[in-house]
């Protein structure tokens, strides 16, 4: 299996809030704070199908072992996106060593919204749209998408733009049955029409995104302390409303994470900026100690 990269932790000038600088950029201010990315996805019949077994079978590595994870699961590794999906990027970092897997059910899928079944931009690789609940969707092995095309402003992709975090599909092709849960102990610090922000305690400090939750089961507001593994909300289709109409995209988790860095030029002036990075690294890390038994409790 592979071996994990060690988190890039940056000394921080300032405290507090979002200074940032990905690593090996040197530019200054590049904060891309737009909404999440359009990952609009034919809304298919949802149906029950697919329990979607993790192939990976979940033995547990028996007492004192090491970290040496005794279970792995099938993934493509970091930065590898699903062909045609765009340019991707190459920081495999770590930057978010620890965390919780960030939805509570045994297995979960990373992949592709819009370049797999019921996706939009499945149909140009001449195959049927398709359902979002295709087999394919809920089973391994995981694709990072990070940078898949779109036109979001992200530092971190080859070409400037792109998939500003990484979409998660839960165990089942089930809307509103799997929640989504905090990653680390923090705050929670916006709450949006399909948006949640958690900005951790550890430092530097990260902030957390949950796109796509039942905004109306909701178990958090802006101000709210939580604690690892507490819940957040049900991983669902929201996406918000237009002119008053609600509008959906595939069931899924989109999770984004973001750190802040600044840098003092020999002038003086201090550039702070924050940035989207790559959470794949990260999720490959927390699910496999999901799978060895040695992930985060659920709080309630
Ligand atoms: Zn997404």
């Known amino acids: 299996m592979r071996k994990l990269a060690l988190v890039p932790l940056f000394a921080l000038a300032l405290a507090g809030c979002d200074q940032l600088m990905p690593p090996g950029n040197d530019s200054s201010s590049a904060a891309p704070a737009s909404e999440a990315a359009s990952e609009a996805a034919s809304e298919s019949a949802v149906s029950d199908s697919m329990s979607a077994e993790a192939s990976a079978s ?3 590595s028996s007492s004192e072992s090491s970290s040496v994870a005794a279970v792995d699961f099938p993934h493509d590794p970091a930065t590898q996106l699903v062909s045609g999906s765009g340019q991707g990027y190459t920081d495999t970092s770590n930057w978010a060593p620890g965390i919780c897997f ?16 019921g996706g939009d931009h499945y149909p140009s690789y001449g195959h049927a749209s398709g359902s979002q609940c295709d087999s394919k969707n809920y089973s391994y092995p995981w694709h990072d998408n990070f940078c898949e095309a779109r036109s979001w402003s992200n530092v971190m992709c080859k070409s400037g733009q792109g998939h500003q975090g990484q ?3 839960p165990q089942t092709c089930k809307a509103k049955t799997y929640w989504a849960i905090a990653v680390e102990d923090g705050t929670i610090t916006q709450v949006g029409s399909y948006t949640v922000a958690l900005t951790g305690t550890d430092t530097p400090h990260r902030i957390f995104r949950y796109l796509h939750l039942d905004s ?5 507001k802006v101000g709210d302390h939580v604690v690892r593994g507490q819940k957040i909300g049900l991983v669902s289709d929201n996406f918000g409303t237009s002119n008053g109409v609600p509008q959906h995209t595939t069931i ?8 802040a860095q600044s840098e003092t030029l020999p002038d ?9 990075v790559p959470p794949y690294t990260a999720l490959v890390d927390a699910y496999t100690r999901r799978l060895n038994g040695s992930d985060c409790q659920v709080v309630e």
């Not at 509570?104 to 992949?111: D, K, L, P």
């Not at 109306?216 to 958090?220: I, P, Y």
């Not at 899924?252 to 750190?259: A, C, G, K, T």
């Not at 003086?268 to 989207?276: E, I, N, P, Q, R």
């Open 268 to 276: 003086g002036t201090v550039l702070a900026a924050s940035s989207f």
């Open 58 to 60: 979940a033995e547990n």
């Open 252 to 259: 899924h988790l989109h999770f984004e994470v973001r750190v």
């Open 216 to 220: 109306g089961t909701l178990k958090v």
């Open 102 to 117: 960030p939805i509570a059910a045994a297995t979960a899928y990373a992949n592709s919204q819009v370049y797999s079944p």
């Open 167 to 169: 979409d998660i599909r």
